[in-house]
Structure formats: C-alpha cells, structure tokens
C-alpha cells in the first residue's frame, strides 16, 4: 500500500495477502487499529506533507503524492491537511491561534485556538515550557495573546478543571489520524465521574485487539480536559501514565467523582 502510486482495490490487497476480502479486511483492522481505506489515506496524507515540504511548488506535490489531477487533489485537501496547501506548505504560516498561559491549582495551563475552535489545552509546571510546545506544534504561525474574549474562553476552562460539575462545552480544532479522531471521540463520550479501560475504549471504536494504540492515541491527545484522556485506566482500574503527570489525572478523576 505504501509504495503504490494509487490505491489498491481491496480486492487486490486480499489476493496479494492470500485471503477473502471480509478476512482482510478484518484482520487489517484488528492489527493497524484503523481500515485499509483509512490507512490509506492518512499514508497519502503523509505523502503529500511530504512532497509539499520538498517541492517548488504546490502542483509538483500534487503529483509527486500520486493524484492524478488537481482537482481530485483540491477536493480533498482541507482534510488531508486541515488547512489550504499552500499555508500548509508554510509551516503554518499566515494561520493565526490566539493563546493565552494562566494559572489553576493544577499548575500553569496554555489554552489555544484557531479561527476553528480550541486547538491545545496544555498543562505542566513551567509556563515557558508550554509556549515552546506550542510554537513547535505550529512553527510558523502567528501567535497572537488572547483578547478579553478569549479570557472568557480561558475562564471556562480553568473553571472546569477547578469545578468539573461546571461542564464544558467548546469548538475544538482537533488534528490527529483517523483511528486518532475515533479514539478522541470515544474519549468525550466518557461521562464526567465515569472512567474507561484502554480495552473497553478500543471495543468501543470497533478494533477490540488495538489496545496499545489506543493508549498510545491518549498519549498524543493535545487538548487536555476537553478531551478527557483522563478518564481512562487500566482493567484493574489503577492510574497508568498521564501526558500531564499522574498526581494531576488522580486530581481531576477525584473531582468529577466528587461532583
């Protein structure tokens, strides 16, 4: 799949694995946690990144990553890239995220948005720190400090993570690989209080063996809180790894029960 120029058929993947196309498929899924097509596409996503990164110009990557015509291309590239081409080729130049870094009793916390919704939600210990993790999420962007507007947004957050039976309801602006998308999802349909295993949450997004990508999908999650990675745990319901530390995941599970 990742050295053809096209797609192959489904028929043609099943053949070349010596199997039917249902097992195929099947067992695709169960191993890469995603569908051939999906796969597919978030490899001819990557190629296309690819291409614009080492190409002179935008139409040379078009062709370089396989498509056949502009059009095709353009039709689907603000999914591939979630955002134009050309500003993609930039680095992200050109998009502007307002920003802002505050603090909560869980430490300093970055909020970030585009045009689109909430982009990042950051937690840690040193402010600094979560600007850079920003800037290096989007290099060529244009950081903009929040307004009185956005403060709102960032109250709403930090209100959540002190009083969870606030709720939180806001746009995100969420960037990740299908099977990414699937796994995220699943995570916002944790109700607050409840919590779910790595297993309970990859039977839930149709791949019950792809456990560990699933936990390796939390692991990426940028927009804490929002999307509450948090709210999963290991069969045995003890604490694994957080992105953001441990000692804050038991803080915010221990809220949301309480609430």
């Known amino acids: 799949m990742e050295a053809a120029e096209e797609m192959p058929t489904l028929e043609a993947l099943a053949e070349a694995s010596g199997m039917s196309r249902f097992h195929f498929h099947r067992v695709f899924k169960a191993t890469t946690g995603v569908t051939p097509k999906a796969y597919a596409a978030a490899h001819r996503a990557q190629r296309v990144r ?40 930039a680095d992200g130049s050109g998009a502007s995220i307002r920003f802002a870094v505050g603090e909560c009793s869980l430490g300093s916390i970055l909020i970030a948005a585009t045009e689109k919704g909430v982009c990042a939600i950051l937690l840690g210990d040193d402010p600094g720190a979560l600007v ?19 403060e709102q947004t960032v109250a709403r957050v930090v209100g959540f993570v002190e009083a969870p039976a606030l709720g939180l ?8 690989t299908a099977f990414q998308q699937r796994v995220w999802q699943a995570l916002r349909e944790i109700p607050a209080g409840s919590t779910a295993s790595y297993t309970q949450i990859a039977a839930r997004v149709g791949s019950p063996t792809a456990v560990r990508a699933v936990a390796r999908a939390c692991a990426s999650n940028p927009i804490a809180v929002a999307i509450p990675c948090h709210r999963v745990v290991r069969t045995d319901g003890a604490l694994s790894g957080y992105r953001w530390g441990v000692q804050r995941k038991r803080t915010l599970l221990e809220r949301e029960a309480a609430s």
Do not use: C, W
């Not at 689907?76 to 134009?84: P, Y």
């Open 132 to 150: 850079r993790d920003l800037q290096d999420r989007f290099p060529k962007a244009q950081l903009i400090g929040g307004d009185r507007g956005f």
């Open 169 to 176: 309801d806001l746009p995100l602006d969420v960037r990740g």
């Open 50 to 89: 690819d291409e614009l990164g080492r190409t002179g110009t935008v139409t040379e990557a078009i062709y370089g990553a396989g498509f056949n015509s502009n059009g095709h291309f353009y039709a689907t590239a603000s999914d591939l890239l979630d955002m134009t081409p050309t500003t993609f080729r």
